[in-house]
């Protein structure tokens, strides 16, 4: 039997955007990956927006997505403790994928330590410089009214209104993000930020949809995760190194 001693770490997997033929398809490569880790995964970290809408109706969610959540629940019977980050367009995760899988559902930031290597991992929405304005809706979007208000939806008009919502997000349309200089790159700025009160080895998020690994001292690095569109990328800590790494590259 396998050693588990490796820590994954995904996200922006947006199943749902696009047209259903290629979300199946990417849903099918994440399965390929989910099969790939299993044998040596001790934890797994799916960092936020790994649906592209999802909202926990008392006796609905979103239909769909069976082979990736029975996949889930294959490697959290085999003893791989799976944790999963609200995102901006996931926000509305309640109980049920804790109840069926054993997920844990973390709603903001989580730190943790790892072979003595310590972790800041959050989505990455709402942080740094700018953006007030999503800052304003994540904080109606996130509030206990908001989400009563559309439970009383019903779910084929309310998840209609969310679906038509998504299709006009930046990742939809399947376009790569560019770098900006790391001056212009506000997650990197905030984990500098962080790092003046608080050492942190390694900052990972998703969120920004570029894979990134840049070092912002002689100790701390900050990892962006990519997403599953365009990159297929994601990280693993050995109890060495993080490594930012790209599943099923095209030579």
Known sequence: MSLRNKFYFASDFHLGTAHYAQSREREDRIVRWLDFI????????LVGDIFDFWFEYKHAVPKGYVRFLGKLAELSDLGVKIIMFKGNHDMWMFGYLKQ????DIISDDLVIEKSGKRFYIHHGDGLGPGDRKYKILKQIFRSSLCQWLFARVHPNLGIGIARAW?????????????????QHEWLVQYSKEVLQKEHFDYFVFGHRHLPLDITLSAASRYVNLGEWINYNTYAVFDGNDLSLCYFEKEA
């Open 166 to 182: 998504s299709g006009h997000s930046r990742i939809a349309g399947a376009k790569k993000e560019t770098f900006l200089h790391e």
């Open 38 to 45: 299993k044998e040596d995964a001790a934890e797994l970290y």
């Open 100 to 103: 069926e899988i054993g997920v």
